[in-house]
């Protein structure tokens, strides 16, 4: 992988380890969208569809979904390039490196709770900003950086993230009616979004007992909407009992993650969760997750419609794009304190 070699910087804490064996998680909501995408669904099947993902979002934090209307050659097309992409020697992708100041593009020494990632990645975002709005505070500058000579990875790319931007929006739609809300409550909150889409690949890893892909985090947005190859490492804490279990890979299906920001739009009534990505040591792993953000001026909070005299406000506003900064920065290096989470920003902390 351009050379990972292990070291103390990818150790995990003793309790944050994966198990030598891991157990499957059962019972993960599948949910089969293709009333709505049909022809926009009659009503009761929309509703009944609505209720499925309200319940996911409750009791599981994430759920799985096929019949999303994506089509298999989009998908095909993207992790085709992505695994050209990942082929190239290092020099070509040190080409397209991404930086502090330029945060898109070529990626493989990130840290999660301050722990490294035995990972390497690719970020794009679907809209670039318009100069002067790509540069917030003078610094960071939204621009994607595209490899040179890969042909067909751009379409491939842009073809994917339109896709995903549709459904996205159909979630959307579907998570706002199982709150009791307008369908298109949520829209304008995503009129300038910070969305950004993120290409993983994971080496295989001569310890995988001590390392993890992705150390444990919950996903700051609105929601993450995830493709994973058939080998598998995405780990769930499950919600029932804390007990960490692997979700199994299901052909031509995406994952979809609550974020933290649907847990406080919602005032607590979904969660998001901590997941985390695991390695192994014969194969690699490929995966791609699109995270559905906000515009950078969203102030967040519950929505008024989510509170009541018997049911106040649990969360403090906060700014978005605040937040995605402090993130973003946290990224490129060892912190003194643990990444910013939303659980700090509860009223009854």
């Not at 490899?147 to 929006?169: N, S, T, V």
């Not at 040591?281 to 997750?289: L, N």
């Not at 519950?302 to 946290?330: I, K, Q």
Request: net charge negative.
């Amino acid at each position: 992988m351009g050379g990972l070699t292990m070291d103390q910087a990818f150790v995990q804490a003793p309790e944050h380890r994966p198990k030598p064996t891991m157990t499957e998680a059962t019972g993960i909501p599948l949910i089969d969208l293709s009333p709505l995408i049909a022809n926009g669904g009659d009503a009761a099947a929309v509703d009944a569809l609505a209720a499925e993902v309200g319940a996911a979002s409750r009791d599981w934090g994430f759920f799985v979904v096929v019949g999303h209307g994506v089509p298999a050659e989009t998908v095909a097309r993207a992790t085709e390039a992505q695994r050209a992409f990942f082929a190239l020697p290092p020099e070509r992708k040190a080409a397209v490196r991404r930086s502090e100041a330029e945060p898109l593009g070529y990626y493989e020494s990130e840290h999660t709770k301050n722990v490294r990632d035995w990972k390497e990645v690719f970020d794009l975002v679907p809209r670039e900003p318009p100069p002067p709005a790509a540069v917030a505070d003078g610094e960071i500058v939204f621009q994607n950086k595209w490899p040179q000579d890969l042909p067909g990875f751009r379409e491939a790319l842009e073809e994917y993230m339109k896709a995903m931007e549709e459904l996205a929006f159909k979630l959307l739609e579907l998570i706002a009616r199982s709150l009791k809300l307008r369908p298109d409550r949520l829209h304008g909150f995503f009129k300038d979004q910070t969305t950004f889409i993120r290409l993983n690949h994971y080496p295989p890893c001569p310890s995988p007992d001590l390392a993890l892909g992705v150390g444990r985090h919950k996903d700051g947005g609105a929601l993450t909407i995830l493709y994973q190859d058939d080998v598998g490492g995405l780990d769930v804490q499950r919600r029932s009992d804390g007990e960490w279990v692997r979700v199994r890979p299901v052909p031509g299906s995406f994952i979809i993650n609550v974020g933290d920001l649907i847990q406080v739009w919602s005032n607590d009534r979904y969660e998001s969760v901590e997941h985390r990505a695991s390695v192994n040591s014969e194969m690699e792993r490929f995966s791609i997750p699109y995270f559905f953000n906000p515009a950078m001026g969203t102030l967040v909070e519950p929505l008024e419609e989510m509170v009541s005299e018997e049911n106040p406000s649990r969360y403090d506003a906060y700014s978005w794009g605040e937040f995605f900064r402090t993130r973003r920065r946290s990224n490129f290096r060892k912190l003194d304190v643990d990444n910013i989470q939303i659980a700090q920003l509860r009223k009854d902390r």
